[in-house]
């Protein structure tokens, strides 16, 4: 009775930490530094800075731009989140890289317009697809690859847990490629809500499961089966939410925002969202991130043991 006691309670635990990750990042959205380009002089942009901080401290961050088609082009470049044209009275903005993002932006500038007597136009300049008019489509799609990349390492130590480490790497590797590939697949032909740049899905998505597939291989290694828990926890209720969803880095809380930069799955989620609506602009950061978390990965899964292997992992019942 007592260990009975002990898994419900356990199990109330598991289900209270992922209500308060979610919850905790993604209940009540609110900007912080937003980046935003003026186009216009220094000193007009400073006015604008000086307005909107004195409404909204810490909210945005202006940076002025000379011309109209430098500023676009910082919108496309994942450099900024939005382009205000104050003598044009528009208001470009990029839906695709956030819905809510582009909502709240919209209101907070049409609402110190109209505060001023003036009317602004909102240009989308980057929109959503018809298939994914929520915009919530990223975030599940990072869940699809999450979730395989933690099965395969956990069937691999069930099934063949014999293999080498060449033997590992080339069964994550191969199951990173068929997972990549149907799930973009499903995404962009089937569905639309991924749609146009099916190779570099492909590609993206199956670095992200090998990536995810090393780390929770590694941690098995290491660790034995608490390395399953290990990482489904860091991965799913931590690193999930801390990647902002659907609303992005800058409406979370900023310690939030802080711990997904440096997960793969917030990283995951840029790089898909970079690489389908904004013709793969900066990629670096997100490729860096999966890259270090893949090495070590590889590094856990070199790791010789002390024994000989024997790795109790949870059996996956049908």
Excluded at 17 to 40: I, K, N, R, Y
Excluded at 221 to 228: E, F, I, K, L, S
Excluded at 230 to 258: C, K, Q
């Amino acid at each position: 009775m007592c260990k009975l006691i002990a898994i419900i309670g356990a199990v109330t635990v598991l289900g209270m930490v992922f209500a308060a990750s979610f919850l905790g990042a993604l209940h009540q959205p609110e900007p912080h530094d937003v980046p935003v380009a003026v186009v216009g002089p220094s000193q007009g942009a400073g006015q604008i800075d000086a307005a909107l901080d004195a409404k909204a401290p810490g909210a945005f961050s202006i940076t002025p731009y000379a011309d109209e088609g430098a500023a676009r082009n910082a919108l496309a470049d994942r450099e900024v989140d939005a382009v205000l044209i104050p003598q044009a009275g528009k208001l470009v903005v990029a839906s695709a890289g956030g819905r809510t993002g582009a909502t709240v932006i919209t209101q907070v500038f049409q609402a110190a317009s109209q505060a001023q007597g003036r009317s602004l136009v909102v240009e989308d300049a980057i929109p959503l697809p018809l298939g994914d008019a929520g915009g919530i489509s990223g975030m599940f799609y990072v869940l699809a690859l999450v979730i395989p990349g933690i099965a395969v390492a956990v069937l691999m130590f069930q099934v063949a847990s014999g293999l080498g480490l060449a033997g590992r790497l080339g069964v994550l590797a191969a199951a990173s490629v068929l997972v990549g590939t149907a799930n973009a697949w499903l995404s962009d032909v089937v569905f639309g809500a991924l749609p146009g740049r099916f190779a570099a899905l492909v590609a993206v998505s199956a670095g992200v499961t090998l990536a995810i597939g090393l780390v929770s291989a590694g941690l098995m290694r290491v660790v034995g089966a608490p390395g399953v828990g290990l990482a489904a926890l860091l991965f799913i209720p931590i690193g999930l939410p801390a990647s902002g969803g659907p609303l992005g880095a800058h409406f979370i809380p900023e310690w939030y925002a802080a711990v997904g930069q440096v997960l793969p799955v917030g990283q995951a989620a840029e790089a898909i969202k970079n690489v389908v609506h904004f013709d793969g602009a900066a990629l670096a950061l997100p490729l860096l991130v999966l890259g270090g978390w893949a090495l070590l990965g590889l590094v856990l899964l070199a790791v010789p043991r002390r024994r000989a292997e024997i790795v109790a992992v949870p059996v996956l019942v049908a």
